[in-house]
């Protein structure tokens, strides 16, 4: 175990200097500024919340208070920032950029653009993807906590997204529950005839996107003229409790109206309590629950139903 984390520690350095390198933060000034880092964080901080407070600042960027304040007070000497008391609370200062502060920032915000943009420009849509979705896990993994929520996007699957469907499907239920691959070849079934002949008008597979990664699908197929049936719905566990799988139940919810079906059906198991939940929030009832075995273990199917 030592030996692993010692190589782990080394990777993730490895990266680091190397990812420091390539953005340029080692600079004495960022983006061939007057600036440092922080000094640029800083005004970026100020100019994304429109009013913000040192206190505010301090706690987002874990500067210490004595640092910052020298920082801000030379911003104010300077005419970048101004300070006004808060309504709500007489005892604090809202800040704000000034006109001379936002036509400082601008050209440096505008930099920070165009370098990016650089970045990715030799990679195609897809490794841009990747990369966006690879950045947006380490943050998830590292506890990061955005200011504002990135917005959770749902669209119809390209190449690549049904295979994404069986792996993550075959991986995780593996990992959480034990189930093997007769489960996997199961989900590979169900996904290999929805690409195979689905019937656009009356069925849709979803996929969850969030800051360019894939966190979340689900199907809604026929059963019948007037059943559909909601098949294989799933979340990264990085995006759960945040809204997803409700997201994707109301888009199946909503396509089968649409579609004039008049019931919805689903099959799951007694043990996905999050699923469950999802599905009980939506208005579906338990109608039935028989002992099935799923790669040699007892678990119970359930059939939940949803009058539309």
């Not at 943050?139 to 504002?148: R, S």
């Not at 529950?177 to 008008?201: I, T």
């Not at 799933?234 to 409790?241: D, H, K, L």
Request: aromatic share 8%.
């Amino acid at each position: 175990m030592g030996a692993a984390l010692d190589q782990r520690i080394a990777a993730v350095r490895r990266f680091n200097r190397f990812y420091t390198q390539r953005i340029g933060t080692l600079e004495e000034g960022l983006l061939g500024s007057p600036y440092s880092l922080t000094e640029v964080r800083i005004l970026y901080e100020i100019s994304a919340r429109r009013t913000a407070t040192a206190t505010q600042l301090g706690a987002e960027l874990g500067l210490d208070p004595g640092y910052l304040s020298r920082i801000l007070k030379a911003f104010r000497r300077g005419g970048l920032i101004e300070r006004k008391r808060s309504p709500e609370d007489g005892r604090a200062g809202l800040l704000s950029l000034t006109k001379k502060g936002k036509a400082t920032f601008a050209p440096l915000d505008g930099r920070s653009r165009e370098l990016v943009a650089q970045l990715l420009s030799p990679l195609s849509q897809a490794d841009q993807d990747r990369l966006v979705g690879a950045m947006g896990t380490v943050g998830a993994l590292l506890g990061e906590q955005d200011g504002v929520a990135s917005e959770v996007t749902l669209r119809p699957p390209r190449a690549g997204d049904l295979g994404w469907v069986v792996h993550r499907h075959g991986a995780l239920y593996a990992k959480e529950y034990g189930w093997g691959v007769d489960f996997e070849a199961l989900v590979a079934d169900v996904v290999a005839k929805f690409g195979a002949r689905h019937d656009p008008a009356r069925e849709r597979c979803w996929i969850a996107e969030k800051d360019g990664a894939i966190v979340g699908s689900v199907f809604l197929v026929r059963k019948s003229a007037s059943v559909a049936k909601l098949r294989l719905l799933y979340v990264e566990p990085s995006a759960r409790g945040h809204g997803v799988g409700g997201r994707l139940v109301d888009a199946c919810v909503h396509f089968a109206r649409e579609a004039g079906y008049r019931r919805i059906t689903l099959w799951t198991q007694s043990n996905l309590g999050a699923a469950r939940r999802i599905y009980e929030r939506a208005g579906f009832v338990l109608t039935k629950s028989e002992p099935n075995r799923i790669s040699g273990k007892e678990c119970t199917a359930e059939t939940w139903e949803l009058a539309l």
